[in-house]
């Protein structure tokens, strides 16, 4: 029971998560460009959009449900879980659009679903919470994550464009964050000090988030953002956190459901050239329009 309640606040944060992606995205992508060189003068550009504030404000809910259900159960469990919001922001994007998902975002919708099928099926068995990450591997893990969302920001943009760029390294940061969520939850008193690494990785992936926009289309940025934000963690509770997989053949669908979940998002975050061509469409103007 305790599971089924945080899986089940788990699709509720991410819906509020990708809607606040959104609003978020609709704004920044319209502004003036934005800059890590000036943050000051970014920062307040931003904050000065009641429409922004309104989508960070639904982002933080959905962020609080989310360290809820880190609370209640695994972290590779409530990654796979969230992973299955990007199918959500598939049918926002194509509802604020007007646009038919392209036959790649179908198959991918309809994978994410079937991995979160399978996921249900895999919690008959048993499952194990795992133990507390040791400081050293978890520092590796952290201070690869931001060697890794530099590298993408610095020199990955040329490869595979801006949008997909700063979308992968936004996630990875927002993946560094989950982990360090997950350590600060889970943890003693002692492990209070993850709660600053978790306020600066959140802090840095936000800002290139918002960056990204600037650069992609809203699925591209934020479907490549929400893949590696929830495939990372997936990793990290099998292997920092030692999460145990179950024994036999449920344990065999789990992994099969985290596979499908991950590839379903794959599919969902690509996106046709003629969309990535036109990040600032209907989908902006929908959620940018009027008085701000």
Known sequence: MQIALALTITVVSAFCLNLGYLLQHGVASKLPALSLRRPVASL?????????LAGI???????????????????SLVQATAAGGIGILAIMVSRFTGLPLTAGERIGAGVSVAGLALLGVSLLGDYGKGSAAGYLSLGIWLTASLAGAVVCVWLLGSVIGGGPAWGIAAGILFAAGDVSTKMAVAGGPENIAFLACLIVFYGAGTAVLQAGFQKGSALTTVGLATLMTNALPIAAGMTVFREPLPAGWVGAVRVVAFAAVVAGAFLLASRTKTAEQHPLGKESRNLTSGPV
Not at 47 to 52: A, K, V
Not at 59 to 75: M, Q
Request: cysteine-free.
């Open 44 to 52: 307040r550009s931003l904050l000065g959009n009641l429409r922004w």
């Open 57 to 75: 404000g639904v982002e933080a809910v959905g962020w609080l449900l989310y360290v809820a259900a880190l609370a209640l159960a695994p972290l």
